[in-house]
């Protein structure tokens, strides 16, 4: 896929690893549609940042573990935002649970957001998309799902459940629109993390260092840019898989 012009919707899109893909996205010449939740400010800023790179960029705010927010993300688009023909499902929770402890509150809020709402986005993508154009989905999810975290229980399951959902509507939507994923590995601390914790992540890394924000933006741009991949997950661990 040319990108240039395109336009891409990326969930999650203010800040830390959603503003390095979105950032890398604009430097491609795709303009943005850039979904916040909370971080308003942040997805203001990072819009500025987008569009000194020369992208226009539409602000959408959404709560996605709300049903009713997903499709109408693509509704009433401006004409120079449409059509979209990039998704990018990044907006995802964390929560430290186990299977001992976590409650249908919790499990139900982490699979509607890292979960479910990929799922309504892709549904409302492929619906939007004019049947003579190409699309393509990026879902972003984590290495560990092959090497379950022992205190991520339903965060897990859900990445685990994505990765399945991108190999399931690779096939279901193909030839039109191609779904692939990156599966990340330590790419930033989590937010309030120790660095004790970090520095405990790192020593699992065979290249020992953190991912950044820019290896996840090139493998975004590789996935959207060669048109015979689909179904496929890339691992960007910095090795760790081998190790742990
Ligand atoms: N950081 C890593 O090293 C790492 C490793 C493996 C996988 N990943 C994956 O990479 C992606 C980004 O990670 P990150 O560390 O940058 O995440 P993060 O800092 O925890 O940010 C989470 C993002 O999800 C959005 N979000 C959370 N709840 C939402 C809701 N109810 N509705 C809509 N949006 C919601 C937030 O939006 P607002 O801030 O606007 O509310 C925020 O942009 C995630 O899918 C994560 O699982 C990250």
Redesign the pocket.
């Known amino acids: 896929m040319n990108l240039s012009g395109k336009t891409a919707l990326i969930?999650?899109?203010?800040?830390?690893?959603?503003r390095g893909l979105a950032l890398g996205l604009a430097r491609a010449g795709c303009n943005l549609i850039l979904h916040?939740?909370?971080?308003a400010e942040r997805?203001q800023v990072t819009a500025v940042e987008a569009e000194a790179l020369g992208a226009r960029v539409l602000l959408r705010q959404?709560?996605?573990?709300r049903l009713d927010d997903a499709a109408p993300l693509f509704a009433d688009l401006p004409a120079d935002f449409a059509p979209v023909q990039i998704l990018v499902n990044?907006?995802?929770?964390?929560p430290k649970d186990t299977l001992a402890d976590v409650t249908i509150e919790g499990w139900s809020q982490t699979l509607r957001?890292n979960l479910r709402s990929p799922v309504l986005l892709t549904q409302a993508f492929a619906r939007a998309l004019p049947d003579d154009l190409e699309g393509a989905v990026v879902n972003?999810t984590?290495w560990r799902t092959e090497r379950p975290y022992r205190t991520h229980f339903s965060y897990t399951i859900s990445?685990g459940a994505l990765d399945a959902f991108t190999r399931t509507a690779a096939l279901q939507l193909a030839p039109r629109i191609r779904v692939n994923g990156i599966a990340?590995?330590?790419?930033?601390p989590?937010?309030g993390a120790s660095d004790a914790y970090w520095q405990s992540v790192l020593a699992t890394v065979p290249l020992a260092r953190a991912g950044g924000t820019d290896s996840a933006a090139d493998t975004l741009l590789y996935l959207l840019r060669n048109d015979f991949i689909t179904g496929e997950i890339i691992r960007l661990t910095g090795g760790a898989h081998l190790k742990m």
Do not use: E, W
Request: glycine share 12%.
């Open positions: 969930t999650g899109g203010a800040h830390r690893i959603g916040y939740n909370r971080s997805a959404a709560d996605l573990s990044s907006a995802a929770i964390f957001v972003i984590d990445k990340l590995g330590a790419m930033l989590p937010a």
